[in-house]
């Protein structure tokens, strides 16, 4: 995750970060790891990821 606020299109425009490029690439985590705005939490012990879909006819 991260955190993004008002001011973080300025802190990036004044960091010389281009957003649109980040987004582009599909590479928000490399962005916000430039700006310092990560959050980083460590393992969790969860498993959220997985999706399961059923489809009947």
Do not use: C, H, W
Not at 9 to 29: F, R, V
Not at 32 to 55: A, H
């Amino acid at each position: 995750g991260a955190i993004a606020d008002g001011q973080s299109m300025t802190k990036a425009i004044s960091m010389k970060l281009s957003p649109e490029e980040y987004l582009n690439n599909n590479d928000s985590y490399s962005f916000f790891e430039k700006m310092g705005d990560l959050i980083i939490t460590g393992p969790t012990g969860t498993n959220v990821n997985d999706l399961s879909i059923i489809l009947v006819r």
